[in-house]
Nanobody, 122 residues
Framework: QVQLAQSGGGLVQAGGSLRLSCAAS????????MAWFRRAPGKEREFVAR????????GYAESVQGRFTISKDVGKNTAYLQMDSLKPEDTAVYYC???????????????WGQGTQVTVSS
């Protein structure tokens, strides 16, 4: 098991940037695939980005492709989501997740961060 603690987020104007961090404690962070999901008001939780355990592979939702970058620093036991060119429709609570499968399905991740609010004003 790994425990995840998120930081970052907040309020930003459209076109701005934010970086979310997800610090892991526990064992074997380097063996976990990581992902970010988000839940906007009144909407279902959706996949945002994923990264393989070694950092070799990444994948993004079409809505954030080219604007968001997921990364993983094994030495710091931390995953990141760099969000650039933010849009009002990116407003949501963002969650990091860790699991044993490199997946876009939230059900395949079994360790979750506490969530952090990102609000993008127009």
């Amino acid at each position: 098991q790994v425990q995840l603690a998120q930081s970052g987020g907040g309020l930003v104007q459209a076109g701005g940037s934010l970086r979310l961090s997800c610090a892991a404690s526990g064992d074997s962070f380097s063996t976990y695939h990581m992902a970010w999901f988000r839940r906007a008001p009144g909407k279902e939780r959706e996949f945002v980005a994923r990264i393989s355990s070694t950092g070799t592979y990444t994948g993004y939702a079409e809505s954030v492709q080219g604007r968001f970058t997921i990364s993983k620093d094994v030495g710091k036991n931390t995953a990141y989501l760099q969000m650039d060119s933010l849009k009002p429709e990116d407003t949501a609570v963002y969650y990091c997740a860790a699991g044993g499968t490199y997946a876009t399905d939230a059900g395949l991740y079994y360790n979750w961060g506490q969530g952090t609010q990102v609000t993008v004003s127009s």
